[in-house]
């Protein structure tokens, strides 16, 4: 495998686990239903009141009648909507393609599996992100899709990967979690395409606006081959979507043009409609 490729595979496994939690993905060819995005449960009551009525005797003697006090009824919630469903194939349609891309770039196929932790550490503070980093795919996952993309002789390296959540809350979730076991921590030990293991710096940087609440960090290596190395994961919440990047050595203006593209085209193609930012 060439060097290139080594980082592609890197890229595509570093995607793979780097969002969290043990992966429960249905296989491709099940339907899963998800709650949809933004129900929101009302709630609704109904009284019923009588009237009094005053009723007049010829006798000059009047008597009124009238009923008790109304007794509202038990507000009760509506049953849940139906869930919207999403499949693999839908998720794979929905990933960026060579028309899509810079002249010049490609899209990469059979690059092989990674395996094996990715990274490592002592340190407490980095712990729950070591665990993350190190997990199968994002916690609740239902199905999943990615793609390698390879910018040429001078451009970087990108994994793409979308994965159904089910709900906007789960999607959110997992950014959340990635985005707190970040905190504190500021070095782990990662495994390098060669097999080799350096100790990279770990920094939170700028988000692309893209989805809501997007979240982006990044590792830089230092010292060894690998000296300045840096890899970007990013990752946005698209309603019940969860777009993540991998991006290994990328221009800030090649992260931002192809997360933004690849919004585009998650909310196009998986009619998610409205703003998801």
Do not use: H
Not at 52 to 78: C, D, I, L
Not at 86 to 107: H, Q
Not at 209 to 224: E, H
Request: proline share 5%; glycine share 12%; net charge negative.
């Amino acid at each position: 495998m060439t060097f290139r490729g080594a980082l592609l595979t890197a890229a595509l496994l570093s995607t793979a686990v780097a969002v969290g939690g043990c992966n429960t993905a249905t296989p491709a060819s099940t339907s899963v239903p998800s709650v949809p995005s933004g129900a929101v449960s009302t709630m609704t009551s109904a009284g019923s009141s009588t009237t009094t009525q005053a009723t007049t005797t010829s006798a000059a003697t009047s008597s009124s009648t009238s009923t008790g006090p109304a007794t509202p009824t038990t507000p009760t919630s509506p049953a849940a909507a139906a869930p919207q469903r999403r499949e693999k194939a839908a998720l794979a349609g929905a990933l960026l393609v060579l028309d899509d891309l810079p002249t010049g770039w490609s899209i990469e196929k059979g690059t092989g599996g990674g395996g094996g932790q990715l990274s490592s550490t002592t340190d407490a503070a980095c712990a729950d992100l070591n665990d993350l980093l190190n997990a199968d795919g994002p916690k609740g996952s239902l199905v999943d899709a990615s793609v390698g993309i390879d910018g040429g002789q001078d451009g970087p390296l990108v994994s793409e990967r979308l994965d159904a959540m089910g709900t906007s809350a789960a999607a959110t979730a997992v950014v959340g979690s990635l985005r707190d076991a970040a905190e504190g921590c500021r070095q782990l030990t990662v495994r390098l395409p060669d097999g080799t293991r350096a100790r990279m710096r770990l920094s939170e940087v700028r988000a692309p606006q893209v989805g809501k609440g997007a979240f982006a960090l990044r590792l830089t290596a230092s010292g060894g081959d690998y000296d300045g190395l840096e890899i970007t994961f990013l990752y946005a919440p698209l309603r019940d979507v969860l777009l993540s990047f991998t991006f290994f050595d990328a221009y800030p203006e090649e992260l931002e043009g192809l997360s933004k593209d690849a919004e585009a085209k998650v909310v196009e193609k998986l009619k998610l409609g409205g703003q998801t930012t």
